[in-house]
């Protein structure tokens, strides 16, 4: 099997016309879902004044359906693959080791915040990284972030701020946050770091594939200028990062990207288990209010008490589970919320042990995906850099473009590391 051809698919073999319909269909909600992700902040204010604030769950109902379509048909055709069923029951064990100490409605939200993750891993094949249609549409909606944020610095948008209940609940529209006396520009998004997030994402799907140097120069700048305007510092780094490794791959030098990835590994890795053996709290009351003080506080604070909540977990070496870490806490345990800031952090508090065989997985998919020969080798690098990057100081599964480009990429590694052992 060549490792240049794509995945194997129905596709392949001309498709039944109804096979066709739903791979179609397919593609319009994969676009529809990253559109609603751009403009979460505007739609949620504009559901939220004509009282139909449920309809901002239907984007991730509709991924769902897609999922269901999926996962039918595959077993079907019985091609379910043993990483599948492997991540299947990983999600089992972490549902069922969060019942042991959580309130079950804590562990399904949990498993509602994953919704991006799977539906990246479940529709990887159809997540479209080339073709000129697909990447018109990523410049389109990148351009309209850009210009969200950029004029969210002159103008005070309307949604930035807004509130409105659902269930019982309070929900934001659009996050108002600031860092001393300037905000952080969000855009049309939910977020400022969701907003810069999805900059870096669709530029690299573009740039890739983008042959005029200026050209793609012209929207590396655009989207440095809007992040920069985030004050997203993390997403700025890890999208320089890709750009290096894009810049580089268009020069022919593939080898600067594996060199990033490790790292970038490294960088996500070893601080957090640094911290978790030292104590910074000296070294973060005194820089406090340096440029520097919110990473400090990481590894002074969250990180250690991310580990105190992972060891104090009924089962320590299953984690929390599902719900244990991040957004569920806010609703159901918010005395005890850690946003764990960092991937590797955040797989240790709900999965314990059991994450670290995906991380070591994943690790060794990417760093086939950047030795393969496959077209779409470049795009899956990019967006690995900016995962491994970003995740150093985010958890990437709570913002819903990098979880969906996680979830493709341990698919896309996954089937690569299948392809090698036929090949």
């Not at 810069?196 to 120069?217: D, K, T």
């Amino acid at each position: 099997m060549s490792l240049a051809a794509p995945l194997p698919s129905t596709a392949a073999f001309g498709p039944a016309p109804a096979d066709a319909l739903r791979a179609r269909l397919s593609h319009a909600i994969v676009l529809s879902f990253v559109a609603a992700q751009v403009f979460a902040g505007v739609l949620r204010w504009a559901l939220g004044l004509v009282h139909l604030q449920a309809l901002i769950y239907l984007p991730a109902l509709l991924a769902w359906a897609d999922i269901a379509l999926v996962a039918i048909a595959t077993v079907r055709a019985r091609t379910l693959s043993r990483t599948t069923l492997w991540l299947g029951c990983l999600l089992v064990v972490g549902a069922l080791t969060g019942l042991l100490a959580l309130p079950p409605q804590q562990v399904a939200f949990g498993a509602w915040v994953l919704t991006p993750l799977i539906y990246g891993y479940a529709l990887a094949d159809r997540w479209p990284l080339t073709g000129a249609g697909y990447r018109r549409a990523a410049l389109a909606l990148l351009a309209l972030a850009c210009v969200g944020i950029v004029g969210n610095a002159y103008i005070a948008y309307p949604w930035i701020g807004a509130n409105f209940e659902l269930g019982g609940k309070e929900i934001a529209g659009a996050r108002d946050w600031s860092i001393g006396e300037r905000q952080r520009l969000a855009g049309f998004a939910r977020s400022s770091f969701d907003a810069a997030g999805q900059i870096a994402i669709l530029a690299a799907l573009y740039n890739v594939g983008e042959p005029r140097r200026w050209l793609r120069g012209a929207i590396w700048l655009l989207a440095a200028t809007a992040v920069t305007l985030s004050t997203a510092r993390g997403i700025l780094l890890a999208m320089a990062v890709a750009a290096i490794a894009i810049e580089a791959e268009h020069l022919g030098r593939r080898g600067v990207a594996r060199t990033l990835l490790a790292l970038g590994f490294a960088w996500m890795t070893l601080p957090p288990l640094l911290a978790w053996t030292v104590d910074f709290s000296q070294q973060a009351r005194l820089q406090l209010h340096s440029s520097h003080g919110s990473y400090l506080d990481r590894l002074a604070n969250m990180w250690p008490q991310a580990r105190d909540l992972w060891l104090d977990a009924p089962v320590p070496w299953l984690g929390r589970g599902l719900g244990g870490i991040g957004a569920a806490q806010t609703l159901f345990e918010p005395a005890r919320f850690n946003a764990a800031d960092n991937l590797l952090v955040y797989q240790c508090v709900a999965l314990g042990a059991l994450a670290l065989p995906l991380l070591a997985g994943a690790a060794i998919g990417l760093w086939r995906i950047g030795a393969s020969a496959r077209a779409d080798a470049a795009t899956l690098v990019a967006f690995a850099l900016i995962v491994v990057w970003y995740g150093a100081v985010s958890n990437i599964v709570e913002h819903p473009i990098l979880a969906a480009a996680y979830g493709l990429l341990l698919q896309r590694g996954a089937s690569l590391l299948r392809a090698r052992r036929l090949s």
